[in-house]
């Protein structure tokens, strides 16, 4: 079965500070990954997404994430975080058979503070 | 496009009323999922449907939980009677065939059960 583990609840990381945010899946087949940002009192908002092809995907906000297949991960990068990326990550992973349906990890809490 | 549009965004219940929560997926998505957001558990799909037909509602607490989607523009999740331990945000969110699975969010409903 698909799981998705998210290896820190919290990430607290000064401004102007790189930042990763973790994240590993088990599954058999082929799969798609996510990650979505959650911002205080709003719902979740994709931040970027692995298909297929190139392992380094780049979303918004300048967040990128790479795709390790042996590995099983799909860790969140940012070179340099603001004060606005604080916010809730989730990793998520979707088999391409499962008519939509995604598996979520358990979140990671990012804080950046001044 | 409009997004999900999801309503009321707050709700406050006495326990043992009946609650009423309202999904618009997006138009042209044929896939909607509802999930529950709360501190303990973190994000939990209730049930999902393709093509207005339910799929999976194995994520359904108990049989106080019901949804329906009557047809492709709207989806209804209620309780009936409500408890205290229901209070939590509840999101709907929508997606589409050949989308490789990237689901949109709604805001939410805040619901508050005393």
């Not at chain 2, 406050?12 to 138009?27: A, D, F, H, N």
Request: proline share 6%.
């Amino acid at each position: 079965a698909q799981s998705v583990t998210q290896l820190d609840s919290q990430v607290p990381v000064f401004e102007e500070a790189p930042v990763e945010l973790r994240c590993n899946y088990s599954s058999s087949v082929s799969v798609y990954l996510f990650w979505y940002v959650q911002y205080p009192n709003q719902g979740l908002q994709l931040l970027l997404k692995y298909l297929s092809g190139s392992t380094l995907v780049k979303g918004i906000n300048g967040f990128e994430a790479e795709f390790n297949k042996s590995q099983t991960s799909f860790h969140l990068r940012k070179p340099s975080v603001h004060i606005s990326d604080t916010a809730e990550y989730f990793c998520a992973v979707s088999e391409n058979n499962q008519g939509g349906k995604l598996i979520f990890g358990q979140g990671t809490e990012l804080s950046v503070k001044p | 496009d409009a997004g999900v549009i999801q309503s009321p965004r707050h709700e406050v219940t006495e326990m043992g009323q009946e609650v009423t929560l309202r999904c618009k997926p997006i138009s042209g998505h044929n896939s909607l999922f509802w999930y529950r957001q709360t501190m303990m558990r973190g994000l939990e799909l209730l049930i999902y449907f393709n093509n207005n037909v339910p799929i999976d509602d194995s994520g359904m607490p108990e049989d106080r939980f019901s949804a329906k989607m009557p047809n492709a523009s709207f989806s209804t999740l209620k309780i009936q009677p409500s408890e205290p331990r229901d209070s939590a945000v509840y999101f709907c969110a929508s997606t589409r065939s050949g989308s490789y699975n990237e689901q949109f969010f709604g805001p939410g409903t805040r619901l508050t059960v005393l």
